[in-house]
Structures are given as C-alpha cells and as structure tokens.
C-alpha cells in the first residue's frame, strides 16, 4: 500500500468494506488506495465513505447479471462525493452557520427524501398486511408515523441534523427484527441458510468479524426481499 500506512484505521476500514460488499478477495490498486487517500485529505467523514459504498454494492445487485462485480473502488467515486456534500450541508445548518442557497435545498432535499422512504414504508406495510405478518405490520405503522413526524421536524429546523441518520438507523433495525419474527422458523431458517451459501469459499479467508458482518449483511437482503421492505437511510 502507498496512499497511506496499512495501520491507518481509515485506509483499513474503507478496504475492508469494499472486499467484504464485494463477496470475494482483491487487492486494491494503487489509484484505489490514491482515492481513499483523497477522500480522507479532503475531510471526508469514513461513515460516509462507507455508506457510500455500500449503497453502490447495494445498487450494483439489484441490478447486475449474476456473476459479474465491481473491480475498482472508483465506481464509489461519485457517489462518496455526493454523500459528503449533503453531509456537509446538513452539519453547516446544524452549526448555526447562515444558510446559503445550496444549503436550503439540503434540507429541502432531506426532507423530501424522508417523505419517499414514508411512502415505501407505507407500501410495505401493505404487503405485510396482506402476507398476515402482524409483528412487522405494527413495527412499519409505527415506524411510518416516526418518519412522517421526522420530515415535520427537518421542515420546521427542529431536529438536529446529525441525528437523521442515526434515528433511520434504528428504524432500519427495528423493522428487520420485526421482519424475522413475522416469519416461520422454517422460513427463518432457510433464510440463513441461503445466506451462508452466499458467503460461500470466501468466509474461509475473512476474519470472524468480517465473517459475522457479512452474513448478518446477507440476512438483512434476503430479508428485505422476502418482506419487501426498504433500507431506511438517508444516504440512499
């Protein structure tokens, strides 16, 4: 590695993130590790160098033929650079610092965002109602009436910006709990074992904490598909 020592927790977790979406081992190049050095030089907050790149991989799956993957960490490039963007728009506001043109339409923008995750949320309460799986469907009720009141209070400047992830990170979670407890334990059952199949060969070369992190990533996507419900985050 040449863009910055081996031991850097920065350099080391955006590594490790990438190889872990990936599902399978690589070294990264020299321009790869060059960009993360970039990133880091320019400020950019490792928790949005994460997202980012998972919400690549996540996009990359949807819609990729099977067997292919992405090879280069530049694919995250764009997306890494937009992510901070808003990022930094959303800590300016919450510094008190006056708000520029570009920094109304983030909120604006974040708000908008909460109010499309409100209506997926809704929709997959639906669903759930129809599939009779009543633990998710008064988790997403609720989780719904949050979200509504969440854009309420970012339209009003009421809520701290950098708490806007994090809450959506506990609804995400709350929903996924619900998600499993709604199904069979056949179900429940097949789910993970699909996931280790997923995992395959390369958790023999992961650490037991990629190794976990992996397999709890996979649970989540087949979760998701199963129930139809969304990934709740504002970087999406």
Known sequence: MKAGDPDDEYFRTAEEEFVRRRGAAMLLSPRDWSLIGEWKAAGVPLRVVLQAINNIFDAFERRAPAGRRINSLSYCRQEVLALNDL???????????????????????????????????????????KER????????????AELKHMRKEIQGGLLE?????????????????????SLP??????????????????????????????????????LREITGLPRLTLFD
């Open 185 to 222: 334990a056949g179900e429940v059952a097949s789910l993970e074992a699909a996931a280790d199949r997923l995992l395959g060969r390369a958790a023999e070369r992961m650490t037991p904490v990629a190794r976990d992190r992996t397999r709890r990533a996979h649970q989540a996507r087949l």
């Open 87 to 129: 990022y930094r728009t959303l800590h300016a506001v919450e510094a008190g610092r006056p708000q520029s043109p570009e920094d109304t339409a983030g909120i604006t923008a974040a708000a908008r965002h909460i109010g499309r995750l409100a209506r997926r949320v809704r929709a997959s309460m639906a669903l759930a109602s």
């Open 133 to 144: 799986r009543d633990p998710l469907v008064a988790c997403l009720a609720r989780v719904a």
């Open 161 to 181: 910006p950098r708490l806007l992830e994090d809450r959506l990170r506990l609804f995400d979670q709350d929903l996924l709990e619900a998600a499993r407890a």
